[in-house]
């Protein structure tokens, strides 16, 4: 694995040094973990010149620190350099090293980096040029290799093992706050690391909402359930949303509702593939969601990149520039909140695929049929 | 409870206009929650000039949103701003107002602001002097209100809840992970928002570790059992860490180790009082684990301040500088670990008092004598 995560941070070398930096300083945690393997909490990574070194102030390798925990344990074959945690910053302690090793412009995370901390490299290392090194780490990110992708397919496994379970056990009468929590222990029971993002849990009047932070609320008969939830396996991130009824019978509007909100996440699968704009996939789930009456009822973005981070590039988005790729993991997640009634939201994460590979790759594989519970 | 958020903010203006800024824009999330009520995620604060507004782009009044959630509701009298998602960066939208309003120099959170929402903000307003705020609304919530301390109180006696009644179970063959969920499951069943951090289990080896990750080690007869957890109560976070020893005959090592830590813990709080410096403080608890041979053994500080963050201002620490107020609620929560043995921690929140008024109130009252379970 080691090679790996050295081939990545040459890769992103070439590329700072085509554009005239012999050095880069990354300080996005997601990014620093994606090009070390681990990224303990402040770490950070200075890739090249020569030997790349990580800064940390916590140790890595200690058994009480990040390294054995969700954060990950840095390559083997990385430099680590292990800072008193009263010597401050890693960021300015790599901007005297690289000075001192003749770097005369290093490419920084201008996005990641506060402007304090940028003073205080400016400050230590008055003649480096810092450079802007941009999104360069999450554009690298997008394409995921094989092992990713694996673990992103166990990622997915255990939250349809978690929400599977969940589903066999009386729901009616348990709050929200509840029914998140059990899911979350189950995540881990099944081997997550952790919760991928905060469990979502809404019912009746909150179902369909995105981001909805779980309350005391109780299932009802009648109500819509919907959950959203997701594993971390090994830093790797899914997402699964999946709208349920409760009691037999449905009522006429949660079942026209349902089928709209399910033919729009179709209609955004089924265009996910190699070369297809963004901002096409997107159009492709909102169209349905226009003609069904509900289009001021649709978020921001029918879906986005998931990998080390939970909404990472790309984002399935109206405005959003630039083509699917083969091997990029992302969610499609419409959804359609009636106020004071409910609503559906379905999530997936899947894999672009090219046809010849049988089109895009399901991870989620929780049954999209309205259940009724 | 508006005056209150009303007061803290033209407190804030009155100290920008001393420093030459007629505007402050607040964009760390705890300084925004503080200033405002409440804080949508990703949402920013423009003090002044004339009246407050908060720039949001999620709706802090819509019902999925963090307005019912554990980010707070936005005082009723403040002004806000929904920016339409697509319209970008709150910061940005601010600094336009600000300069449309005639403001010449506007204080930002340069701690806080990335590089490039600082270059976003120039270019959409070239004239617009952006001056460093610095920490000055950090500063301004170290000291707590009644609201803020009766918050805390009840954060505090959630931890101590959800704590004693962990210890009436059984332990040994549990996992450090199950132990842990159970733990932050028990702090929403007593009320709590949330855990106000991730709740840290250490079993033998791993126990007296500092941010110990849970793991799947079992509880054994013999082990120390060190548990650290707070609850966020209304945002307010309380924190406690304690140590047990499992089974009914303590080894004399245990015994020595916990009476070490404890007699460094109670040093700690016995020097919490009005006027005394953060240092010493530290090196009073500091100085007792030095005597017993663990000098290099006790982490960078052994204590900090808590509020609506985890570790806020003050840092108990040796090159801390200030001094102590009353009403100022922090940690003392020193801890030995032992390589391949185990340790202890033990850590309470305590508000300073002045001693006319009992000295320090002590939050986190479970008991710190050694406990055989």
């Given at each position: 694995?080691?090679?790996?995560?050295?081939?990545?941070?040459?890769?992103?070398?070439?590329r700072?040094?085509?554009?005239?930096?012999?050095?880069?300083?990354?300080?996005?945690?997601?990014?620093?973990?994606?090009?070390?393997?681990?990224?303990?909490?402040?770490?950070?990574?200075?890739v090249?010149?020569?030997?790349?070194?990580?800064?940390?102030?916590?140790?890595?390798?200690?058994?009480?620190?990040?390294?054995?925990?969700?954060?990950?344990?840095?390559?083997?074959?990385?430099?680590?350099?292990?800072?008193?945690?009263?010597?401050?910053?890693?960021?300015?302690?790599?901007?005297?090293?690289a000075?001192?090793?003749?770097?005369?412009t290093?490419?920084?995370?201008?996005?990641?980096?506060?402007?304090?901390?940028?003073?205080?490299?400016?400050?230590?290392?008055?003649r480096?040029h810092?450079?802007?090194?941009?999104?360069?780490?999450?554009?690298?990110?997008?394409?995921?290799?094989?092992?990713?992708?694996?673990?992103?397919?166990?990622?997915?496994?255990?939250?349809?093992?978690?929400?599977?379970?969940?589903?066999?056990?009386?729901?009616?009468?348990?709050?929200?706050?509840?029914?998140?929590?059990?899911?979350?222990?189950?995540?881990?029971?099944?081997?997550?690391?952790?919760?991928?993002?905060?469990?979502?849990?809404?019912?009746?009047?909150?179902?369909?909402?995105?981001?909805?932070?779980?309350?005391?609320?109780?299932v009802?008969?009648?109500?819509?359930?919907?959950?959203?939830?997701?594993?971390?396996?090994?830093?790797?991130?899914?997402?699964?949303?999946?709208?349920?009824?409760?009691?037999?019978?449905?009522?006429?509007?949660?079942?026209?509702?349902?089928?709209?909100?399910?033919?729009?996440?179709?209609?955004?699968?089924?265009?996910?593939?190699?070369?297809?704009?963004?901002?096409?996939?997107?159009?492709?789930?909102?169209?349905?969601?226009?003609?069904?009456?509900?289009?001021?009822?649709v978020?921001?973005?029918?879906?986005?990149?998931?990998?080390?981070?939970?909404?990472?590039?790309?984002?399935?988005?109206p405005?959003?520039?630039?083509?699917?790729?083969?091997?990029?993991?992302?969610?499609?997640?419409?959804?359609?909140?009636?106020?004071?009634?409910?609503?559906?939201?379905?999530?997936?994460?899947?894999?672009?695929?090219?046809?010849?590979?049988?089109?895009?790759?399901?991870?989620?594989?929780?049954?999209?049929?309205?259940?009724?519970?």
């Amino acid at each position: 694995m080691s090679d790996v995560y050295a081939a990545r941070r040459s890769r992103l070398l070439e590329r700072c040094v085509t554009g005239g930096s012999e050095a880069a300083l990354v300080t996005g945690p997601a990014n620093v973990r994606y090009l070390a393997g681990g990224a303990p909490p402040g770490s950070v990574l200075l890739v090249g010149p020569g030997h790349d070194l990580l800064l940390c102030t916590v140790d890595p390798f200690a058994d009480h620190s990040a390294g054995t925990g969700p954060a990950g344990r840095p390559a083997e074959d990385l430099r680590v350099q292990l800072l008193p945690s009263a010597e401050g910053d890693p960021a300015v302690a790599a901007a005297e090293r690289a000075a001192g090793a003749g770097v005369e412009t290093l490419a920084v995370e201008e996005h990641h980096l506060t402007v304090a901390r940028h003073r205080a490299m400016r400050s230590v290392a008055p003649r480096l040029h810092l450079e802007d090194l941009g999104p360069a780490v999450e554009q690298q990110r997008i394409v995921k290799d094989g092992e990713e992708i694996a673990a992103l397919r166990i990622a997915a496994e255990i939250a349809d093992q978690a929400l599977g379970e969940l589903l066999e056990s009386i729901l009616v009468g348990r709050t929200e706050r509840h029914l998140a929590l059990e899911l979350e222990r189950r995540l881990v029971d099944h081997g997550a690391g952790g919760a991928a993002f905060p469990t979502s849990v809404g019912t009746g009047p909150h179902s369909g909402l995105a981001g909805h932070v779980p309350t005391d609320r109780r299932v009802e008969e009648g109500d819509f359930l919907s959950v959203c939830l997701g594993a971390d396996y090994r830093g790797y991130h899914s997402e699964i949303a999946r709208t349920f009824v409760i009691g037999t019978s449905p009522a006429e509007w949660q079942i026209e509702l349902y089928d709209q909100v399910f033919a729009a996440q179709r209609a955004g699968r089924e265009a996910l593939a190699p070369g297809t704009p963004y901002r096409e996939v997107d159009r492709a789930a909102r169209r349905v969601l226009e003609a069904a009456g509900h289009g001021e009822r649709v978020g921001p973005s029918i879906g986005h990149g998931v990998g080390l981070e939970n909404g990472e590039d790309p984002r399935l988005a109206p405005s959003a520039m630039g083509k699917l790729d083969a091997c990029v993991p992302v969610t499609v997640d419409p959804g359609v909140h009636l106020p004071g009634r409910g609503g559906v939201r379905i999530d997936d994460t899947l894999v672009v695929r090219p046809e010849a590979d049988g089109g895009p790759e399901l991870l989620t594989i929780t049954t999209k049929e309205l259940l009724a519970l």
